[in-house]
């Protein structure tokens, strides 16, 4: 994406050679630089907290991570780009981005990815239970059964495939 390509910068080379990054284990951030493009690119994961004419302060936070997310960055897009622009004696040490914040950061990624809506429809009320076990039976022999509470007798299927479980 064009946000994921910005945050790297062109082809992975840097753009300004004086924008050096140094990211702590408490998740702020500070990069040495007087680039506009670079504090942009910045701001775009990043809680700006204090900019000096050469200096730019940020925290990496929730908030602001899953705002870069919308925008199409990833987990990895972030943490390349700091790993890119680290500080020549931060680069020394492996890994340049501290290891709490890298799973931090793929931990808020995949919360977006934890539950995924599907329209489908419930059915209750059934007659008696035979019935109930035989719409599981058949709704899960189709494919089509998403969720099932047996004490209750709720039986959830796909969207589409309601005339299917009536056969």
């Given at each position: 994406?064009?946000?994921?390509?910005?945050?790297?910068g062109?082809?992975?080379?840097?753009?300004?050679?004086?924008?050096f990054?140094?990211?702590?284990?408490?998740f702020?951030?500070?990069?040495?630089?007087?680039?506009?493009?670079?504090?942009?690119?910045?701001?775009?994961?990043?809680?700006?907290?204090?900019?000096?004419?050469?200096?730019?302060?940020?925290?990496?936070?929730?908030d602001?991570?899953?705002?870069?997310?919308e925008l199409?960055?990833?987990?990895?897009?972030?943490?390349?780009?700091?790993?890119?622009?680290?500080?020549?004696?931060?680069?020394?040490?492996?890994?340049?981005?501290?290891?709490?914040?890298?799973?931090?950061?793929?931990?808020?990624?995949s919360?977006?990815?934890?539950?995924?809506?599907?329209?489908?429809y419930?059915?209750?009320?059934?007659?008696?239970?035979?019935?109930?076990?035989?719409?599981?039976?058949?709704?899960?022999?189709?494919?089509?059964?998403?969720?099932?509470?047996?004490?209750?007798?709720l039986?959830?299927?796909?969207?589409?495939?309601?005339?299917?479980?009536?056969?």
């Amino acid at each position: 994406s064009a946000a994921a390509t910005a945050a790297n910068g062109s082809g992975g080379a840097h753009t300004d050679e004086s924008a050096f990054i140094i990211v702590e284990t408490n998740f702020r951030v500070y990069a040495h630089t007087s680039s506009q493009v670079q504090r942009m690119v910045l701001s775009l994961m990043l809680r700006q907290d204090c900019v000096l004419p050469n200096l730019f302060v940020g925290t990496l936070t929730r908030d602001k991570f899953l705002e870069a997310l919308e925008l199409g960055l990833t987990a990895a897009d972030v943490t390349t780009f700091l790993q890119q622009h680290a500080h020549p004696q931060v680069a020394r040490r492996v890994p340049s981005v501290p290891e709490n914040v890298q799973e931090q950061l793929m931990l808020w990624e995949s919360e977006t990815r934890r539950v995924a809506s599907e329209a489908a429809y419930l059915y209750s009320n059934f007659e008696d239970p035979e019935l109930y076990m035989a719409s599981i039976s058949n709704a899960q022999s189709l494919g089509i059964l998403l969720w099932a509470d047996n004490q209750q007798q709720l039986l959830a299927i796909r969207h589409g495939g309601e005339l299917a479980a009536c056969q």
